[in-house]
């Protein structure tokens, strides 16, 4: 089953939330996992691209977006429309790093699903929601206090 864990941010903006959806992605493929980033749209795909490669001068985090069609598929992707496919090439992603406001329908084919939460009112109301349905769901929910 799914794991969903959310992580809580005490910044109220957009930017801090990116900056750590970044370092949250390091974290994950440094712990092995394949992941997919999945946005609310093209523009903000194409910002955390620009964000991986310069948010720490001294790693590289190997990523393309989904429109891109990188083959192999590397470790990290970014999407805002269709569900990650790696290909036969490519092991599975196992996890997602959601983004977008909503829960994409195919989120269960995750092993495991990142939220990240600021106190950004339109965010909190959206997070606020999302857990709701992973809760109603049954799905196992962690909050991380940051």
């Not at 005490?10 to 992605?25: G, I, M, V």
């Not at 691209?49 to 720490?56: A, Q, S």
């Not at 036969?88 to 329908?105: K, Q």
Request: contains cysteine.
């Amino acid at each position: 089953m799914t794991h969903v864990d959310f992580y809580i941010l005490p910044d109220t903006t957009l930017e801090a939330r990116l900056d750590f959806a970044c370092r949250l992605a390091e974290t994950i493929h440094r712990k092995g996992y394949r992941l997919h980033i999945h946005t609310r749209d093209e523009a903000m795909a194409r910002d955390m691209d620009e964000r991986l490669w310069t948010f720490k001068p001294e790693s590289y985090l190997p990523h393309a977006l989904l429109a891109d069609e990188v083959t192999p598929t590397p470790p990290v992707t970014l999407g805002w429309e269709a569900p990650p496919d790696p290909g036969p090439e490519s092991p599975p992603i196992e996890a997602l790093l959601n983004l977008h406001d909503g829960i994409p329908e195919w989120f269960s084919r995750f092993e495991r699903v990142a939220e990240i939460i600021n106190q950004h009112q339109a965010v909190l109301e959206a997070k606020r929601d999302c857990w709701q349905t992973y809760k109603q769901r049954g799905y196992p929910v962690k909050a991380h206090k940051l």
